[in-house]
């Protein structure tokens, strides 16, 4: 596994997608400067995504880091749908669907360091599985290469899928095979990325973005997106709607402040919440003063949340579709909000675009997220959430990414507050102060509770608990504000 603290803090790096067209003759350059394994592997890669393949029916992919705007490092995949023939014409293993078959990374004397590379390939990977959800991802590296082996085998979980072969240098290709270990390679390069990024500069590049401008959207599988709700899963209404409810009451005081500091719309106004769940928090907060005369779309996936809604709150317009792709007039809202949503999302950089097109020019995007990288505690509690995090498809942290990934979409952050929650009440009433709220114990416990639902967590989930109330420990984590505005 790669080590984080050998390496330079916050090092300049820049890292983004090359164009195909634009950005050939730099990627050559590098190739014929690097003579290193990487070279001739990138060669090799090319080589068997070509062989016997019609022009076309192949997609390159290359991500480029840049040190002082010089290309430094890059690496490469390549998507194969349906081409079993192909793959093995190439010496890899015949498989059926999307196969993204990564090579790399290729690289220049000063990308030959540890923080570039763990942000080149974490970034690409993480991008990849995210965004365009391979079949199965299959990965080429020279063998000579033990620590790169080592992060592929040991984050990602890829195993090894084709004998070495001689393409110039000796290589070895890993891979993911099937939904469950294409999930364990998407944690595994989640996790990585979150990790390496504390050590570069780099915003995310958005994929979304470079795939529109290349106009190659159509690699992402929009339609598999639509229908995935990772929150619902192991859930039941009957559970959450008393969660919710409680929830609302903790946060909607807190957020008065916040709303009073934001230079909303005018009335009239049209406001989107997207993932509105049962809609009780949005219907609270239409009830605030600065909301007089909106009116309020509530969107949510899960039927039985737009039915619930539609029941409840029948003045408010109830749809029942993603948020990847609302079928909402283009720059039709004034106000989007994402209340407890983005945490939820593989492919918040896809939210962020459909975004970007409902909303009007100058229109607002409000988020409201907890960020478990803010968490403070105990070591037991701490890993629980570590273990969450490692097993959830969905990004507790996605707070981190959001500003740098919504700005290459036109949305520009103008304000951001968080709020430290603690479980310091001294009664059962939370207190509100100046960017804090403190709980009651049994309250702030609640609202972890989310965490425990998933099978898999369930055993620190109750190591956690008995620690937590046997102990008296404290712990906190920030509740953040994130405003946008459309260019
Ligand atoms: C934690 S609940 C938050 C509900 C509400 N915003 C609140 O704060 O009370 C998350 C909601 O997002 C919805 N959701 C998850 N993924 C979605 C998606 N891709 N598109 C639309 N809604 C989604 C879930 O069905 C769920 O109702």
């Known amino acids: 596994m790669f080590d984080s603290k050998q390496c330079e803090p916050r090092m300049e790096l820049e890292i983004r997608w090359l164009s195909s067209h634009h950005h050939e003759e730099q990627i050559r350059q590098l190739r014929s400067a690097a003579q290193s394994d990487g070279a001739s592997l990138e060669r090799a890669g090319s080589a068997v995504a070509a062989a016997g393949t ?40 015949a ?8 090579i790399g990374p290729v690289e220049a004397e000063p990308g030959r360091d540890p923080v570039v590379r763990r942000a080149l390939l974490g970034t690409l990977q993480f991008m990849l599985l995210s965004l365009i959800r391979p079949d199965a991802v299959l990965v080429t590296i020279a063998e000579s290469s033990p620590e790169l082996c080592a992060y592929f085998t040991e984050s990602l979980k890829l195993q090894e899928k084709a004998p070495p072969t001689s393409a110039g240098c000796r290589s070895i290709t890993l891979g993911a095979v099937g939904p469950k270990e294409v999930r364990l390679a998407l944690l595994g390069a989640r996790q990585q990325y ?3 990024s504390l050590d570069v500069s780099a915003p995310l590049p958005s994929l979304v973005k470079h795939l529109e401008r290349e106009g190659r959207l159509d690699l992402v599988d929009i339609e598999r997106l639509k229908s995935e709700n990772l929150y619902i899963q192991p859930l039941s209404l009957k559970d959450e709607l008393p969660r919710l409810a409680a929830q609302t009451r903790i946060v909607l005081p807190e957020q008065r402040s916040r709303l009073a500091a934001i230079e909303f719309p005018p009335a009239p106004a ?65 106000v989007v909000q994402g209340v407890f949503l983005f945490v939820h999302l593989m492919s918040p950089d896809l939210v962020l675009r459909e975004i970007a097109r409902v909303l009007k020019p100058g229109g607002l995007l409000y988020v409201l997220d907890v960020n478990d990288s803010t968490f403070r505690g105990p070591p037991v509690i701490g890993e629980m959430i570590e273990f969450h995090t490692s097993i959830y498809e969905g990004d507790r942290k996605v707070l981190d990414l959001l500003p740098g990934l919504a700005s290459q979409h036109g949305l520009r952050l103008i304000n951001k507050f968080a709020s430290q929650l603690t479980n310091q009440a001294p009664g059962i009433d939370p207190v509100y102060s100046p960017d804090r709220i403190d709980l009651s114990r049994e309250a702030l416990w609640g609202m972890a509770s989310l965490i425990g639902q998933r ?22 984590v920030e509740l953040q504000t994130q405003v946008y505005r459309r260019g």
């Open 455 to 476: 099978p898999e967590v369930r055993q620190k989930f109750d190591a956690a608990q008995s620690y937590y109330f046997s102990s008296g420990c404290d712990f906190s």
């Open 270 to 334: 049209d406001f989107l919440d997207l993932g509105a769940g049962p809609g009780v928090y949005v219907a609270a907060l239409s009830k605030e003063p600065v909301f007089a005369g909106y009116r309020f779309t509530a969107l949510d996936l899960a039927p039985e949340m737009v039915l619930f809604g539609k029941l409840n709150r029948p003045k408010f317009r109830w749809i029942q579709a993603s948020a990847y792709d609302t079928a909402e007039p283009a720059a039709s809202y004034d």
């Open 54 to 93: 019609p022009p076309g029916s192949r997609d390159a992919i290359h991500l480029g880091a840049f040190v002082a705007g010089c290309l430094v490092s890059a690496a490469s995949v390549y998507l194969f749908r349906d081409e079993s023939e192909t793959l093995s014409r190439g010496g890899l293993p």
């Open 95 to 102: 498989l059926p669907g999307t196969v993204a078959h990564c």
């Open 194 to 196: 979150h990790a390496g």
